[in-house]
């Protein structure tokens, strides 16, 4: 039996885990929507793609090796996400569901199931770590949705309609891109690539390709709306 006071000291433990998470979850999407509001995108791309890179020598060494060993700090999303999982294992591992006590006898007995009350905080805390996991998987579609509409709207503003784009009977094909198209490039993915660079080479790749992808699909879904036509 729970000594007494017991079950009210796990449910304390329990509340302070589940706002321990709910402020991560809170923190991480709230600072990753700012930075990307405000096209803050180095801070945004070492937010939430980031990792461990060494540029020096490898080494231990506790929490200052970092800076000797010339690392780049881990991702916030990444450090915070591994933190959920392994918060949620130790829950669901300390408070199981009636469920998923095994029916066989284990060589240790396994712990009881954890009082309702417990049990709705461990559901709550499970929820709010899935919502970071779901956050970390989506967190590069919605960059890059947002890169596509930034560049949808370049195109709306600067991209030329109509006679522009009728050539002569001798006209020669042009020998350098258009203004609009070299400012949509460099408005959009010279400023991604100019963040990214702080970011290590594979985290670079799936990000640069995303946003080339969403600008393009950009580029052309504002050609076919408008009709342009290159003759």
């Known amino acids: 039996a729970a000594p007494p006071g017991g079950l009210c000291l796990r449910l304390q433990v329990l509340g ?17 929507g700012r930075y990307l509001a405000a096209w803050a995108l180095p801070q945004f791309l070492l937010l939430t793609q980031g990792d461990l890179q060494v540029r020096g020598h490898s ?3 506790g929490l200052g090796a ?25 829950v669901s591992g300390t408070f199981p569901e009636p469920g998923d006590i095994p029916g066989d006898s284990p060589p240790e007995p396994p712990p009881s199931p954890g009082s309702p009350w417990e049990l709705q905080l461990c559901r709550q805390i499970r929820d709010v770590a899935n919502s970071i996991q779901l956050f970390s998987g989506d967190v590069l579609w919605m960059f890059s949705t947002s890169c596509k509409r930034l560049s949808a709207e370049i195109f709306d503003q600067t991209m ?20 609009y198209a070299a400012a949509a490039v460099q408005a959009v993915l ?8 702080a970011l290590p080479h594979d985290a670079q790749v799936p990000t640069l390709a995303r946003v080339t992808t969403a600008f393009l699909e950009a580029w052309m879904d504002h050609i ?8």
């Open 16 to 32: 302070r885990c589940l706002a321990a998470v709910a402020a991560t979850h809170a923190w991480l999407t709230g600072r990753a």
């Open 66 to 90: 970092h800076s000797r060993a010339g690392l780049t700090p881990p991702a916030a999303l990444q450090v915070l996400k591994a933190e959920a999982e392994q918060l949620m294992l130790q």
């Open 160 to 179: 030329p309609l109509g006679r522009h784009w009728r050539l002569g009977p001798r006209a020669e094909l042009p020998s350098s891109p258009s203004a």
């Open 190 to 197: 010279g400023q991604v690539l100019q963040g990214a660079q």
């Open 59 to 61: 080494g231990h060494g």
């Open 224 to 231: 076919l709306t408008r009709r342009i036509k290159f003759r």
